[in-house]
């Protein structure tokens, strides 16, 4: 059976996130991506014009299945906290291979996701779909704490609690899975099992009351 449209973009794009994961985003050429695809150049130009386009469309993909997968979880939540809680156990079951469908992103080497960071944030259009995205996610989360704190979501020190709350939990779920790849890539070497600060061996769980904890103390310090 014939592919749809949308299933061809998918495969494009698909076939686009291997090439990166194997050359870095700057050797990967639209040449690359249609002869991987079985596609003329002229045939992919007609779904994606530049790897600019090629590149957001990435991305909106990749940002419609994490809605997909998270709003339904969401909306069985009985309260902010429960939601707080999806939110944060979403985000490692993304980064360590929860989703058979994100995988391919997370198998994207630290160097090489560096270096697709560098390249989008030097292209304008890229780098405003991505703040626009990130925008509306932290306006979301926002709204989510200022509820569990009671406290206006428009008031600088909700938005302060807000971005301390994200930038803990961004920070510790990259760090853990850099160190795991790199303890992947080490695993021949016995000294690695015996390492005793392995950020592998922490529970989400553990990592939400400690966030919680410190949603509950900022807003104690902040707000008296």
């Known amino acids: 059976m014939a ?22 985003i700057n050797r990967v050429t639209l ?11 002229s045939a992919l130009y007609y779904y994606f014009e530049s ?13 419609k299945k994490i809605q997909e997968k998270l709003v339904p979880l969401i909306e069985k939540a009985k ?3 429960d939601i707080l809680f999806i939110y944060c156990d979403f985000q490692f079951k993304v980064f360590f291979g929860g989703y058979e469908e994100f995988k ?3 198998e994207i080497s ?16 890229i780098a405003k779909k991505i703040m626009s995205h990130r925008d509306s996610e932290m306006s979301w989360l926002n709204s989510v704490i200022a509820e569990y704190i009671d406290k206006d ?3 600088e020190k909700t938005k302060k609690i807000t971005l301390m709350f ?25 000294i690695i099992s015996d390492f005793p600060w392995r950020l592998d061996n922490i529970d989400n769980k553990d990592v939400f009351e400690f966030l919680i904890g410190g949603i509950d103390r900022l807003k104690t310090r902040l707000f008296n």
């Not at 040449?31 to 150049?41: H, I, P």
């Not at 790897?51 to 940002?63: A, D, P, S, T």
């Open 153 to 155: 979501p428009e008031d």
């Open 3 to 24: 592919r749809t449209s949308e299933e061809k973009k998918e495969m494009i794009i698909m076939n686009f996130v291997s090439l990166i994961q194997q050359h870095g």
């Open 166 to 190: 994200a930038g803990f939990l961004h920070s510790f779920v990259t760090m853990s899975c850099n160190i795991t790849k790199q303890a992947q890539a080490l695993s021949s070497y016995s």
């Open 51 to 63: 790897k600019e386009v090629l590149l957001i469309e990435g991305f909106e993909h990749f940002n």
């Open 110 to 125: 630290t160097e090489v996701f560096l270096e697709i960071q560098k390249y989008m944030f030097n292209s304008p259009d």
């Open 104 to 106: 391919p992103l997370m």
């Open 79 to 81: 309260s902010p906290k």
């Open 31 to 41: 040449n690359d991506v249609a002869e991987k695809s079985g596609l003329t150049k």
